[in-house]
Every structure is written in structure tokens, then in C-alpha cells.
């Protein structure tokens, strides 16, 4: 079942078996932070395994664009479209989280990022590809991040 993030109360629910769960947790409370002061919209998420879609397109996505495949196991997902753009999010065990910006127009901007928990390694399959800048956010503690811009259609 759905549920709204807030990001004034912090809760671990839904990601309570990563071992990062706390900053993992801040880390979408971040996420969520951002949507409603951008975009005034109401960040949700939903178990993995109730979101098959939202999984699938950003496994696909990733296995066809760079040859990647995530090793850890999807915890929640999060698919909506605000002001054009289509915003697919995955938070991971691992405390991953991989958010797909496309937006829906030709031509538009079309970019897969990554970032990492407080706490975690950078998970082996993103190793050596991608260099992370990091972010102070109050929620999240130091996050790292890095993306790369979608060549395909999907």
C-alpha cells in the first residue's frame, strides 16, 4: 500500500531491513523535501513488490543504457509524472536509490541518477564507472550522487 513521506517526521517504514535504514530514510525524506518545495507535489511510495513497473523500467533502463546490473534487493518504488516529467524512483537495501528523470516531451531532458546513503560503499557494480560529488542535506547526513543522461527511448 502507498504512503506519503514525510519529511518533518523521519520514519524508517518500509526500509526497516536495510542496514542503512536511518540514512536511507533521510535520504528519501530528502527526496520528498525537494518534490514538495519544486513541484508542491506529494512524494509517495509504495513496497517494491507491489510497483513491478516502476522496478522493471529502471532495471531496464540500466541494463540497457550502461550494462547494469543492480545486486540489491528493491525495498520501495515511487512512479509519477509532475510538470512533464516522468519521475521513476527505487530505494534499495543497500541504501541505493536510483531515480529516473524523463521527461516526456522530444528533446527534453532524460537522466538516470544515482545516490548513496550515509554509511554505505559504493555498491560494486557502480565501482570504477561513475565518480560521486557529495551533498550536505539536513535529512540525509552527506550524500553522494552521480548520474548519466539517457540515450534511448524507454
Sequence with gaps: MAHEVDFKTV??????????????AGLRANEARYFKNKFDH???????????????RVRRILADERDIVVGSKPLEASDFEVDGVRWTHV?????LAIN?????????KRAVGFKL????DVPEE?????????QKSKLAGTIRGSYFVIKGEY
Design 11 to 24: 520514519s524508517t517504514e518500509g526500509l526497516e531491513s536495510s542496514p542503512v535504514a536511518d540514512a536511507l
Design 126 to 134: 557502480l565501482a570504477d564507472r561513475f565518480k560521486f560529488a557529495r
Design 100 to 108: 529516473v528523470l524523463y521527461t516526456l516531451a522530444e528533446g527534453g
Design 42 to 56: 506529494t512524494f509517495t511510495v509504495e513496497p517494491a513488490a507491489d510497483a513491478p513497473d516502476a522496478v522493471e
Design 117 to 120: 546513503s550515509e554509511g554505505m
Design 91 to 95: 530505494f534499495y537495501e543497500s541504501g
